[in-house]
């Protein structure tokens, strides 16, 4: 059983699934009372990019916007409806980038481990917001200044002990390697199994060091960073060295695509259109070598095996 906006589906329903991707991303900041848009703008706007990733093959989109970064069921449900694609949402907390905590609810700073624990794990048992949708993984970000600050240690064993309440698995944004040991180490000593952490990011420097490292420890391998470069060439030698020491097996992958964008009014954040990884990024490394069957295991049995709940 997999959780989307529209309710539960089996995990042969899931199909072809990018695990990474968004349809509002708020970074204005959490605990505003109003939205600056409708969802009927959202859908409009983010619609046409849904229904040609659809169009593509693809069936299911993971989408990473916990509560504080703009996460919204309304949008989620009428994009879900109208596109035909299966969409997961999440629990968690986001405080990736350098935002100090910006984008994580007031509830959740002031909370305990165990009490945002409770939080989370009532989302999944009794949906979100009273509106019977329940979560399909947790999401959550920290570490890409190099270190682990109090709070997002907070929510990582808070994370981890959702997970093993719930089953959900953890999706955990580090862009900075350098953080990735520190966090499994915490890991450890909430004694979640390593096959229940998914390193989110684990392209953005490429330390194929450490991929190795923790991809044989059963972390899994999130390489989702397809629609914000384009530089596909370092993909290349990476996937051909974790074919070589047999860890395809512990790969996911997503673009970090989209979205509608609530954001200060100087700044121009374009759409990262859903469809790049199909219409650009696997044609460009079958050119230069690789397997179509690589892509075909990784985005159905991989995501398929990852985003069961695990009891």
């Known amino acids: 059983m997999i959780n989307t906006v529209l309710g539960p589906i089996s995990e042969e329903e899931l199909g072809i699934t990018l695990m990474h991707e968004h349809i509002v991303v708020d970074i204005k900041g959490a605990d505003r009372e109003e ?46 409806k109208k596109s035909g694609l299966n969409i997961i949402t999440c629990t968690g907390a986001w405080d990736g980038g350098d935002v100090k905590g910006l984008s994580v609810p007031k509830i959740i700073k002031e909370s305990e481990i165990d009490e945002i624990a409770d939080i989370w794990t009532k989302e999944f048992e009794e949906g979100i917001e009273g509106a019977g949708i329940k979560p399909g993984y947790i ?4 570490g890409d200044e190099g270190q682990i600050f109090p709070l997002q240690e907070k929510i990582l064993r808070a994370g981890a002990r959702t997970s093993k309440k719930t089953g959900m698995i953890i999706q955990c944004h580090i862009w900075e390697a350098l953080s990735v040991p520190k966090a499994i180490k915490i890991l450890e000593e909430e004694n979640l199994p390593y096959d229940r952490f998914i390193w989110v990011h684990a392209d953005g420097q490429m330390d194929m060091e450490k991929i190795l490292e923790l991809g044989k420890k059963g972390i899994w391998l999130q390489f989702d960073g397809i629609a914000t470069t384009e530089n596909y060439q370092k993909y290349i030698p990476a996937l051909k060295k974790l074919e070589e020491e047999n860890l395809i097996a512990q790969l996911l ?3 970090d695509s989209g979205s509608f964008w609530v954001k200060p009014d100087d700044e121009e954040w374009p759409m990262r ?30 995501s398929r095996k990852a985003l069961t709940i695990k009891k």
């Open 35 to 80: 939205r600056e848009y409708t969802t009927e703008e959202v859908v409009e706007y983010v619609l046409p990019y849904l229904k040609e990733v659809k169009d593509k093959g693809c069936q299911t989109i993971v989408e990473a916007t916990p509560l504080g970064l703009g996460r919204d069921l309304d949008v989620l449900i009428e994009c879900s």
């Open 139 to 142: 999401k959550l970000a920290l």
């Open 253 to 255: 992958f997503g673009q």
């Open 273 to 302: 259109p859903y469809v790049r990884f199909f219409r650009d990024f696997v044609p460009y490394c079958m050119k230069e070598g690789i397997d179509e069957g690589l892509f075909k295991k990784v985005i159905t049995e991989n």
